[in-house]
C-alpha cells in the first residue's frame, strides 16, 4: 500500500499542526497505522499510532499533546499536533502494517508500507 502524508509546515512554538496519512486507491481498515519522526543528526522514533481496533498509543514526550485518529470511513489517519515544541521539529513519516496489535505498535518492525514525510518545523 502506498502511504502520503501530508500537513507539515512551519509553526511557531505553542502551535497546532494536524497531519494526515491516506492510502493511494485503498483505504487503511485493515491496517494499523504508526506515527515516527526523524530529527537531524538522531534515529527515528515513535510518536503514535493506532491499530485496527482503534487502540492508541502514544509516546511519552506527546502524551497530553498530540492526538492520533482516524475518519469514519478509515480511509486517512490523522496526527493532530498542539503546544508544539522546537524539539518536535522532524520528518514526520506514516506507516501501516496488517499486523500491528497493542504489543508491537511502537516498532517500527511492525510497519511494512512508508510514506514519503513531511516536515515539520517548530520555531522558538
Known amino acids: 500500500v502506498q502511504l502520503q502524508a501530508s500537513g507539515g509546515g512551519l509553526v511557531q512554538a505553542g502551535g497546532s499542526l494536524r497531519l494526515s496519512c491516506a492510502a493511494s486507491g485503498r483505504t487503511l481498515r485493515n491496517y494499523g497505522v504508526g506515527w515516527f519522526r526523524q530529527a537531524p543528526g538522531l534515529e527515528r522514533e515513535f510518536v503514535a499510532a493506532?491499530?485496527?481496533?482503534?487502540?492508541?498509543s502514544y509516546a511519552d514526550s506527546v502524551k497530553g499533546r498530540f492526538t492520533v485518529s482516524r475518519d469514519n470511513a478509515k480511509i486517512t489517519v490523522y496526527l493532530q499536533m498542539n503546544s508544539l515544541k522546537p524539539e518536535d521539529t522532524a520528518v514526520y513519516y506514516c506507516?501501516?502494517?496488517?499486523?500491528?496489535?497493542?504489543?508491537?505498535?511502537?516498532?517500527?518492525?511492525?510497519?511494512?508500507?512508508w510514506g514519503q514525510g513531511t516536515l515539520v518545523t517548530v520555531s522558538s
Open positions: 506507516a501501516a502494517g496488517s499486523g500491528v496489535i497493542t504489543s508491537n505498535m511502537a516498532s517500527a518492525a511492525a510497519y511494512g508500507n
Open positions: 493506532v491499530h485496527r481496533m482503534s487502540g492508541v
